[in-house]
T-cell receptor, first 115, second 116 residues
Framework: AQKITQTQPGMFVQEKEAVTLDCTYD???????LFWYKQPSSGEMIFLIY??????QNATEGRYSLNFQKARKSANLVISASQLGDSAMYFC????????????FGKGTMLLVSP | NAGVTQTPKFQVLKTGQSMTLQCAQD?????MSWYRQDPGMGLRLIHY???????DQGEVPNGYNVSRSTTEDFPLRLLSAAPSQTSVYFC???????????????FGPGTRLTVT
């Protein structure tokens, strides 16, 4: 069974600062992928970034980077230079590549960016 | 491409009523899934499908039924609505992919369902 843990129910950050959202995962599968999604107050789910378990380098997408520490089973999202529009719920999710599988989500972290 | 579409956007049901939430995608994705989102619970998988004619249960399947007769459509049926099924429902689709291929799931806009 897979499990995703997001221990921060809420985070506050000031505009232009960097913030790290924590995510730890548990799986016995050797091959898997880790995803981060953003859900603004309007409700849609927006894909941000992906990291494969065999990727040697940490993934980056613009202001988003994923701090992947495989031995510690963590996949933290780092947002640099926060903007007011980053205020949203953020979900970490995992997908195993063993057989058929779908995404397992964490419970999310609410990020509030203040001016 | 329209992506993943869901209808209706909002629905109010009385306990015991049945209804079907519609989901369609035009990206020729093999995988389609239904999730429910409840406060503090994240998204939980209800049912999923890996192709036309193939469906399987997720984490919270009780009270829901699905079928997949075409690649494009994946309707979710509530058999006899209960207040515990009050939630936001998301449909998602993706390519099947394999190890190392980061095919993200594309989500529909969601259906907000209230059961009274």
């Amino acid at each position: 069974a897979q499990k995703i843990t997001q221990t921060q129910p809420g985070m506050f950050v000031q505009e232009k600062e960097a913030v790290t959202l924590d995510c730890t995962y548990d799986t016995s599968d050797p091959s898997y992928g880790l995803f981060w999604y953003k859900q603004p107050s309007s409700g849609e789910m927006i894909f941000l970034i992906y990291q494969g378990s065999y990727d040697q380098q940490n993934a980056t997408e613009g202001r988003y980077s994923l701090n992947f520490q495989k031995a510690r089973k963590s996949a933290n999202l780092v947002i640099s230079a926060s903007q007011l529009g980053d205020s949203a719920m953020y979900f970490c999710a995992m997908r195993s590549y063993e057989g058929y599988s779908t995404l397992t989500f964490g419970k999310g972290t609410m990020l509030l960016v203040s001016p | 491409n329209a992506g993943v579409t869901q209808t209706p956007k909002f629905q109010v049901l009385k306990t015991g009523q049945s209804m079907t939430l519609q989901c369609a995608q035009d990206m020729n994705h093999e995988y389609m899934s239904w999730y429910r989102q409840d406060p503090g619970m994240g998204l939980r998988l209800i049912h999923y499908s890996v192709g036309a004619g193939i469906t399987d249960q997720g984490e919270v399947p009780n009270g829901y039924n699905v079928s997949r007769s075409t690649t494009e459509d994946f309707p979710l049926r509530l058999l006899s609505a209960a207040p515990s099924q009050t939630s936001v429902y998301f449909c998602a689709s993706s390519y099947a992919g394999s190890a190392g291929e980061g095919y993200e799931q594309y989500f529909g806009p969601g259906t907000r369902l209230t059961v009274t």
